[in-house]
């Protein structure tokens, strides 16, 4: 359970730079 929040954290801040990026 840990590691999938892990990697759910790093997806959502791929994808906010993304975001961040597109604006």
Known sequence: MQGLNLIWLVAANFCMEE?????
């Open 19 to 23: 975001m961040h990026i597109k604006l």
